[in-house]
């Protein structure tokens, strides 16, 4: 089965930006509503984000108002961009297909002055 592929993350200081994306490995369409999560250390998953082909779009409380959740359906691409980013955002983010169930591998988010 095709996997999920997360890139974008990295170390920024706080307040700054990065834009993570999620793709297909083998270019198959990347789900009708696609979940961001996140995993900080020593913390359970967390939803944070999600998008429906449409675009409907849903935010966890915790990245509300920072975050913001696209897709390009031509490019078959999911972004998450995130503004204004705190130390307690650091975590591995990843991407969920909800109709298939798959997952990407994560990728680190590190936000650290």
């Known amino acids: 089965q095709e996997q999920l592929v997360e890139s974008g993350g990295g170390v920024v200081q706080p307040g700054g930006s990065l834009r993570l994306s999620c793709t297909v490995s083998g270019g198959s369409f990347i789900g009708d509503v696609v979940d961001w999560y996140r995993r900080a250390p020593g913390k359970q998953r967390e939803l944070i984000a999600a998008i429906s082909s449409g675009g409907s779009t849903n935010y966890a409380d915790s990245v509300k108002d920072r975050f913001t959740v696209s897709r390009d359906n031509a490019k078959n691409a999911v972004y998450l961009q995130m503004n204004s980013l705190k130390p307690e955002d650091t975590a591995v983010y990843y991407c969920?297909?909800?109709?298939?169930?798959?997952w990407g591998q994560g990728t680190q988010v590190t936000v650290s002055s």
């Open positions: 969920h297909d909800r109709w298939l169930d798959r």
